[in-house]
C-alpha cells in the first residue's frame, strides 16, 4: 500500500506539473499557443478557457473530496490528452509526446487512486 501511495503521489505531482506548465505557456505565451491553435484548426478564444479548465482539474484531482468531480476531471483530462494526442498526429508536427507522457501519468494517478480508495 505504501508503494502505491508512493506511484499516485509521484504520478499525480508529475500530471500536475505538466498542467500547471501547459496552462502557464496559454497564459503567458498566448502568441505562440494562438499559432498551435490556429495550425489544429482551432479557435483561439478558448486558450484562456481550457488554461483554467486545466487549472480547475489539478485543483479537483488535489483537493475536492467529492468522488464525481474527481471522476469528471478525470475524464476531462483523458478526452483532452487524447484530442491533443491525434490533433498533434494529424498536422504532423511530432509533438505528441507531451499528450503521450500526459496520458501515462493520468492512466497511473488514476488506478493507484483507486486501489488506494478501494483497498
Known sequence: MKTTKI????????????MLFSAGMYFFN??????MFANFGYPTYIIYPYAVAKILGIVALWFIPIKTIKEWA??????????AFFAHIMIGDGEQMGA?????????????KKKITNG
Open 7 to 18: 506511484i499516485y503521489y509521484v504520478s499525480t505531482a508529475l500530471l500536475t506539473a505538466l
Open 100 to 112: 503521450v507522457l500526459a496520458m501515462v501519468f493520468l492512466i497511473t494517478s488514476y488506478i493507484t
Open 74 to 83: 478525470y475524464a476531462g483530462f483523458f478526452f483532452a490528452f487524447i484530442l
Open 30 to 35: 498566448h502568441q505562440e499557443v494562438a499559432t
